[in-house]
C-alpha cells in the first residue's frame, strides 16, 4: 500500500511559477515510477509528466519544456516545477505511483488566473 499526498497548488497569474510535491509512504518509493498527471473540468485526465527510478523523464506535448519532474528518493518525495503558467494549465493536479499496483493522491487545484 502507498499513501501520497500532493501539496503545492494554488492561484498564480499567468506568466507565473509554482512547484508541487508529493510524498509517499512506504519503504519501496525508489522502485516506483512517479508521475504527476493533471484534469481539468470536463475533460479527460492527461499525463503531464513522469519519471523513472533512474531518473529518467517524459513529458507530454502540451509541456513545451516549461515543466521540469524530479524526485529525491531519500526523501520518498517527487516535485513538479512548473513555469510560464497559462490559464489552459488549469486543473486538478494528481501525483501517481506506479509499479506493484497504481496508486493516486487526492490531487491539488492549480488555477491560473489574473
Known amino acids: 500500500q502507498v499513501q501520497l499526498v500532493e501539496s503545492g497548488g494554488g492561484l498564480v497569474q499567468p506568466g507565473g511559477s509554482l512547484k508541487l510535491s508529493c510524498v509517499a509512504s512506504?519503504?519501496?518509493?525508489?522502485?516506483?515510477?512517479m508521475g504527476w498527471y493533471r484534469q481539468a473540468p470536463g475533460k479527460e485526465r492527461d499525463m503531464v509528466a513522469r519519471?523513472?527510478?533512474?531518473?529518467?523523464?517524459n513529458y507530454g506535448d502540451f509541456v513545451k519544456g516549461r515543466f521540469t519532474i524530479s524526485r529525491d528518493n531519500a526523501k520518498s518525495t517527487v516535485y513538479l516545477q512548473m513555469n510560464s503558467l497559462t490559464s489552459e494549465d488549469t486543473a486538478v493536479y494528481y501525483c501517481?505511483?506506479?509499479?506493484?499496483?497504481?496508486?493516486w493522491g487526492q490531487g491539488t487545484q492549480v488555477t491560473v488566473s489574473s
Open positions: 501517481s505511483a506506479s509499479g506493484v499496483g497504481r496508486y
Open positions: 512506504g519503504r519501496i518509493f525508489q522502485t516506483y515510477v
Open positions: 519519471i523513472t527510478p533512474g531518473g529518467k523523464t
